[in-house]
């Protein structure tokens, strides 16, 4: 399996404008999280689903930030209209109970997107 | 309060050094424990859980207290290949909910 997919890896945008960050999961996994890593706040869990429904979305900013996983191979989140202290890199990972004998409370990430907003 | 709480170092230590990382957690309904290691603009990685016994692998070995919520991470005949940012982790919500640390840095120098 590639890994849990991101994209775009860099974005750089200007004040204002809609941001789209992608995700796949790893092939199988019900879990998908996506995360935003600051120097100031470390790395925060912004929202996570479980087989493609939002379970706990209590750590999304605000009204700006809104999250989808139309199926279970595909997750975005977006940012409208983004403003310069949502530079930050975003990282979505994902993980899986189902698999028989494994270690399912291990979440894989991404590589990140690394989004910085002028 | 934070979560979770670690010194963000940075530890700098020669080759073949013992060191040890500690973080406290302020839930004491959590449920799972981890260590994860972030290399320089790269993602997290899992680098092993943390049971209430302990556990070892290899140089690395974890320990849990419950009663005193802390974690400790001891990494021995430190390589220079260990140097990382060393992510505390803890889970609740049924173990899916991750909080992190803010990470300790750990620089191992020849």
């Known amino acids: 399996d590639a890994g849990v997919i991101q994209s775009p890896r860099h974005e750089v945008t200007e004040m204002g404008q809609e941001v789209t960050l992608r995700c796949k999961p790893i092939s199988g996994h019900d879990y998908l999280f996506w995360y935003r890593q600051t120097m100031m706040r470390g790395l925060e869990l912004l929202i996570y689903f479980n087989n493609n429904v939002p379970i706990d979305d209590s750590g999304m900013p605000e009204d700006r930030f809104s999250a989808k996983m139309p199926n279970a191979s595909f997750s975005t989140l977006k940012i409208q209209p983004s403003e310069p202290r949502d530079s930050a890199v975003y990282f979505c990972a994902s993980s899986s109970r189902r698999l028989a004998g494994y270690r399912g409370d291990e979440q894989f990430f991404g590589p990140g997107t690394r989004l910085t907003v002028l | 309060r934070k979560e979770v709480e670690q010194d963000p170092g940075p530890f700098n230590v020669p080759e073949g050094a013992t060191v040890a990382f500690n973080c406290t957690y302020s839930n004491s309904a959590s449920q799972s424990f981890f260590w994860y290691r972030q290399d320089c603009r790269k993602e997290p990685k899992l680098l092993m859980s943390v049971y209430s016994s302990g556990n070892e692998d290899g140089r690395f070995t974890a320990q849990l207290n419950r009663a005193s919520q802390y974690i400790s991470l001891l990494i021995r005949d430190s390589k220079l290949s260990d140097s990382a940012t060393y992510l505390c982790?803890?889970?609740?919500?049924?173990?899916?909910?991750?909080?992190f640390g803010s990470g300790t840095k750990l620089n191992v120098k020849p």
């Open positions: 982790v803890v889970g609740q919500d049924n173990f899916n909910k991750f909080y």
